[in-house]
């Protein structure tokens, strides 16, 4: 039963508002582009990964997906933590492809795909940290503390896993398992943790406290690639021929290709949300669209259906996130 769904992580499509809102040939597009298909590639394993855990169905289980607690002064994440009267699992989602060498000497990963060598941090490193955090947020909120148990999932079916200098993998690096092995390692923790370790009262505090205490801020991600907010296009463009457009009597027209639109501004103040902050007033929407009117402005923003707050001058209209 999942108890915390997983959404399309907003910093996926914050990546891709910063990708269009860049002027072309920004020197960072190239490294944007790259954590960008990075985040989708991992995005996709862990919707692997729930498909397994869908086979979960006793009541037993309680799931938390994407989970981002607070451990002053900064916040952990956790991909998938699975919730049992018996025992904890957190699970490190990891969506490589190619061949992966673990070497436990150097506590590093290497995958090779297509010749290529790449080097990652040692998984197993980071899902014990987890496992020090999780314990350690526990004991911050006066919670009981269940045996807590980590696995490394590998979501993608045809990667290899390799072991540097021996025939298989040792432990604890036989905690990294494929997706489809899941189901298999749960039950074997099922038959080591027998006993009840958290009644229900306290799975709903537990439950309680997770939920409440999962971080939704937002996290600016023109500060993460150090950007300026001028280095963001103003402006409307055609989404034909990418000229700027013209708003006339209440439609955005482009000059160059003639093609028009009544919501070309749309996409362009969802992408204001997504890299500037969550509100926004007239003023700062002239800026950014690069129109005159406030009146204008004004029409745009009621047609929109936002929050407000403040009245007349000092409006400010608020996008929700997830
Ligand atoms: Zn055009």
């Known amino acids: 039963m999942f108890a915390k769904d997983r959404v399309k992580p907003v910093k996926i499509d914050q990546n891709e508002a910063l990708l269009r809102g860049l002027v072309d040939n920004h020197p960072k597009i190239p490294l944007i582009e790259q954590d960008f298909k990075k985040r989708k590639a991992g995005f ?17 289980y309680m799931i938390f997906n994407d989970l981002k607690l607070p ?3 900064h916040h952990f994440q956790i991909d998938s933590l699975l919730f049992t009267p018996y025992y904890t699992l957190i699970l490190e989602i990891k969506n490589i492809s190619g061949t992966l060498t673990i070497d436990s000497e150097f506590n590093q990963l290497t995958k090779n795909y ?16 987890q496992k020090l955090f999780l314990q350690r947020f526990f004991y911050d909120y ?12 590998i ?31 749960i039950s074997k923790l099922n038959s080591i943790y027998p006993e009840e370790k958290v009644n229900k009262r306290e799975l709903r505090k537990i439950k309680k406290v997770l939920l409440n205490k999962h971080d939704t801020n937002f996290t600016s991600i023109l500060n993460t690639y150090g950007i300026n907010e001028e280095e963001l296009q103003r402006g409307v463009y055609c989404e034909i021929c990418s000229e700027k457009m013209e708003r006339v009597y209440g439609t955005w027209s482009c000059s160059s290709c003639k093609f028009s639109s009544k919501r ?8 204001y949300f ?25 029409k745009i923003l009621n047609s929109l259906n936002l929050k407000t707050t403040g009245s007349t001058k000092a409006t400010i209209y608020h996008k929700e996130f997830h």
């Open 44 to 60: 996709n394993g862990e919707k692997a990964v729930d498909y397994q855990l869908s086979f979960l169905t006793d009541k037993k």
């Open 71 to 73: 451990l002053t002064p």
């Open 264 to 271: 070309a501004h749309e996409q362009k103040i969802e992408d």
């Open 155 to 185: 979501s993608n079916p045809n990667t290899i896993l390799k072991m540097a200098n021996r025939q298989t993998l040792q432990p604890p690096y036989d905690k990294i398992i494929h997706a489809q092995n899941l189901i298999r390692e």
């Open 274 to 298: 997504l890299l500037i902050k969550p509100f926004i007033t007239n003023k700062e929407l002239r800026k950014f669209l690069d129109l005159e009117s406030r009146k204008t402005a004004e």
């Open 142 to 153: 006066n919670l009981v503390i269940p045996p807590i148990e980590y696995l490394v999932v």
């Open 114 to 129: 297509n010749g290529i060598e790449t080097g990652f941090l040692d998984p197993i490193m980071q899902a014990q940290r």
